[in-house]
């Protein structure tokens, strides 16, 4: 049971380059989530996902699209990256329980350099 | 709108004395608290979650948070710190009213250093 796992671990790129970060999760959760991590500020949601086929803008989303085919994959992609860009993105997923609150399990992380 | 403030940004403390993190909140609702900890350059990792009935939530690693309903807060407390808890804290909120998709407002973080 690997949990949430995120590939790359780490990316470079140029300014107008694209790129996908790939997260897949084995826990069979409904939810999952982006979220990006800068200093000082916490991490903010980017983009989230109820179920397969389904998702939903977050908190910042713009300069970003996702896709969820797949109910354990959840795809986040730049189209043209700029440098407001570089940050450390993780992936996260929950159970659709009942109401009781959900518990977010994290992936370990991608840091985006963006040059 | 849902939001989280974390106040310090550092707090140092020796080993073995105690340890607060502190967390307010500010919902509309009725509150569903997190706290998690992050170790440098690894994901988050739950620590523990209040969700209702005791006030008093324990969690892993011998942490526990306490529910302040008057106060808005959930501070993470342990009563003998170590080295090995150092690492950046981070408290997250969200609403529990049904329909809501479970999106977690964090807090900014705070960086925790135990002291050898």
């Known amino acids: 049971n690997a949990g949430v796992t995120q590939t790359p671990k780490f990316r470079v790129l140029k300014t107008g380059q694209s790129m996908t970060l790939l997260c897949a999760q084995d826990?069979?959760?409904?939810?999952m989530y982006w979220y990006r991590q800068d200093p000082g500020m916490g991490l903010r949601l980017i983009h989230y996902?109820?179920?397969?086929?389904?998702?939903a803008k977050g908190e910042v989303p713009d300069g970003y699209n996702v896709s969820r085919l797949k109910k354990q994959n959840f795809l986040l992609g730049l189209e043209s990256a700029a440098p407001s860009q570089t940050s450390v993105y993780f992936c996260?997923?929950?159970?659709?329980?009942?109401?009781?609150?959900?518990?977010?399990?994290f992936g370990p992380g991608t840091r985006l350099t963006v040059l | 709108a849902q939001s989280v403030a974390q106040p310090e940004d550092q707090v140092n403390v020796a080993e073995g004395n105690p340890l607060t993190v502190k967390c307010t909140y500010s919902?509309?609702?009725?509150?569903?608290l997190f706290w998690y900890v992050q170790y440098p350059n690894r994901g988050l990792q739950f620590l523990l979650k209040y969700i209702t009935g005791d006030n008093l939530v324990k969690g892993s690693y011998g942490f526990e948070a306490e529910f302040n309903k008057s106060q808005t807060s959930f501070h993470l407390k342990k009563p003998s710190a170590l080295v090995s808890d150092s690492a950046l804290y981070f408290c997250a909120v969200r609403v529990s009213r049904s329909g809501s998709a479970r999106q977690l407002t964090f807090g900014s973080g705070t960086q925790l250093t135990v002291l050898p």
């Open positions: 919902v509309s609702g009725n509150p569903y």
């Open positions: 996260a997923s929950s159970y659709s329980g009942t109401g009781v609150a959900d518990t977010q399990y």
């Open positions: 996902s109820v179920g397969e086929g389904t998702t």
């Open positions: 826990m069979n959760h409904e939810y």
